[in-house]
């Protein structure tokens, strides 16, 4: 009887399985079949994912080496100890490099609300400059608006410490931050979800163009926002978390 209906689990499990591209585990997949209403336990679901060979692909997450100087900035960390509260508080943005088949490079820049976890704008060039991150900030803006009291948080990186970048931040009247000196968890967020992107997308497959691309980060971008759950915000999506919020 149990084997039986070990293997009735085993159906619905691989469904979710497969529905996330191998990238949910146990406890995300437990509690996707609790909200459809089955009574499960995790350790049941991940005795069945092991004896059927199921295993939910890791990011590995590796630690920045210190900066080549130890120079001492003007722009302040502003997130230490920081308590969000709601949407449009913090925002938080970097810059990641993708290398595709004929060894050139392709420079991803996001920006992502801090509270509720969603990618509210991205940019893609195949140079790392201000305009990259510019027309990543301007993306921003056209999505979610102006707010009093916004923080955008970043690394230390050239492209930040720009002067139209400041200018245009200063424009909409947003206050920048930047992580402390050697410090790289600051911003350990937005290197999360780079990680994330590049161990669920980006190394499993071949990236031979520009818009193969494109289209890759177009896909992942949808399928993070609104169907990816998060265990920080109670394993919902970003998209479902912010519509709990503004309901």
């Known amino acids: 009887m149990r084997r039986q209906e ?4 085993y159906v619905l499990i691989k469904a979710v399985f497969d529905k996330h591209d191998g990238c949910y585990g146990s406890p995300k997949i437990t509690r ?3 909200r459809k209403g089955l009574r499960i336990g995790q350790k049941r679901v991940a005795r069945i994912m092991r004896e059927h060979g199921l295993k939910a692909v890791k990011s590995r997450i590796y630690k920045a080496k210190p900066g080549l100087k130890e120079r001492v900035y003007k722009i302040p960390c502003r997130v230490e100890n920081l308590t969000l509260s709601g ?3 913090l925002w938080v943005g970097d810059v990641t490099y993708i290398k595709l088949e004929d060894g050139s490079w392709q420079y991803l820049s996001v920006i992502m ?6 990618i509210i704008s991205w940019s893609l060039s195949d140079s790392r400059d201000v305009n990259l991150t510019l027309a990543c900030v301007e993306r921003a803006v ?5 707010h009093q009291d916004l923080l955008f948080h970043s690394d230390r990186g050239v492209e930040y410490l720009a002067g139209g970048y400041q200018e245009r931040l200063q424009r909409y009247g947003i206050a920048q931050s930047m992580n402390r000196v050697r410090q790289m968890n600051d911003n350990a967020f937005i290197e999360s979800f780079f990680h994330l992107f590049k161990t669920e997308r980006i190394k499993r497959v071949v990236v031979k163009t520009v818009d193969q691309l494109r289209g890759i980060i177009t896909e992942y ?3 993070y926002n609104y169907e990816r759950s998060h265990s920080s915000i109670g394993y919902i999506s970003p998209n479902e978390f912010e519509c709990r919020m503004q309901s």
Request: positive net charge.
């Open 142 to 146: 056209r999505n979610r608006g102006h």
């Open 221 to 223: 971008m949808r399928y």
């Open 87 to 89: 949407l449009n508080q």
């Open 113 to 118: 609300d801090r509270f509720s976890r969603r």
């Open 32 to 34: 996707v079949l609790r």
């Open 6 to 9: 070990d293997s009735e689990l």
